[in-house]
């Protein structure tokens, strides 16, 4: 089980980035935000994150992220998927 209340976890979960333990994740921006009728929220956001290492070309991709947050079941379902349509190094 969770060692912290359902409310804190999921809180942090929302707000994971910015992160400075991982700088990788550059970029979030919320595509939608809505309540259903049952009162659980449904998120849409886009992560933008570069990959690479110091002093090389770094690549850019993006992640399209869905969660919807029950609570009442207290239940979290989060759906991560790569969306870059091609890979760019800068």
């Given at each position: 089980g969770?060692?912290?209340?359902?409310?804190t976890?999921?809180k942090?979960?929302?707000?994971?980035?910015p992160?400075?333990m991982?700088?990788c994740?550059?970029?979030v921006d919320?595509?939608?935000?809505?309540l259903?009728?049952?009162?659980?929220?449904?998120?849409?956001?886009l992560?933008s994150t570069?990959?690479?290492?110091?002093?090389?070309?770094?690549?850019?991709t993006?992640?399209?992220?869905?969660?919807v947050v029950?609570?009442?079941?207290?239940?979290?379902?989060?759906?991560s998927?790569?969306v870059s349509?091609s890979?760019?190094?800068f």
């Amino acid at each position: 089980g969770l060692r912290h209340p359902w409310d804190t976890v999921i809180k942090a979960a929302m707000r994971k980035y910015p992160n400075p333990m991982n700088p990788c994740v550059v970029g979030v921006d919320v595509l939608d935000r809505s309540l259903d009728n049952q009162g659980r929220l449904h998120s849409h956001r886009l992560l933008s994150t570069e990959w690479g290492l110091p002093r090389t070309s770094r690549t850019l991709t993006y992640i399209e992220e869905h969660s919807v947050v029950d609570p009442v079941e207290k239940k979290m379902e989060l759906c991560s998927t790569n969306v870059s349509d091609s890979v760019r190094s800068f």
